[in-house]
């Protein structure tokens, strides 16, 4: 089903920066649009994941007082547009998947000023139950 989604093309798209800007650990991603990413004490982001296409950070929605997980396309990738294609599908797919093992995707968007591609998804917290 998760292949099949990907493999669907999309109709529309929301532009994403074509800049051959610096890379994301370079870049200063503190907030995109609504989403402020979370900082530790020492200044660093809160970063969740990295992957082939980018980095997912921790961050807080300023709309609806939510913390969530925050995908964001690298943009030397971005500037590549069949890239920022599939980041986009990867993100409609996502959506549209109900699994209590599948995090939910609420948002697609690109930060004012700069274009970046990013998407916010459920931030699911993993715990440990101590018992071994």
């Known amino acids: 089903m998760l292949r099949q989604a990907l493999a669907t093309r999309a109709e529309s798209s ?4 074509e800049d051959t800007a610096k890379p994301l650990s370079e870049q200063s991603p503190r907030r995109f649009n609504h989403y402020q990413v ?4 020492d200044g660093a982001y809160v970063e969740l994941g990295r992957g082939a296409m980018g980095i997912t950070f ?19 990738i ?3 547009p ?26 697609y968007g690109t930060r004012k000023g700069d274009g ?10 993993a715990f440990s139950s101590g018992a071994r």
């Open 58 to 76: 921790k961050a807080f929605d300023t709309v609806l007082g939510n913390e969530v997980a925050l995908k964001v396309i690298d943009a030397r």
């Open 116 to 125: 970046q591609c990013f998407y916010a998804m459920e931030l699911v917290v």
């Open 82 to 107: 069949e890239a920022r294609e599939r980041f986009l599908r990867e993100a409609r797919a996502a959506a549209r998947l109900r699994h209590p093992n599948v995090a939910s995707v609420f948002y």
């Open 78 to 80: 971005a500037a590549h």
């Open 38 to 41: 979370a900082i530790h004490t």
């Open 14 to 17: 929301e532009p994403c920066s």
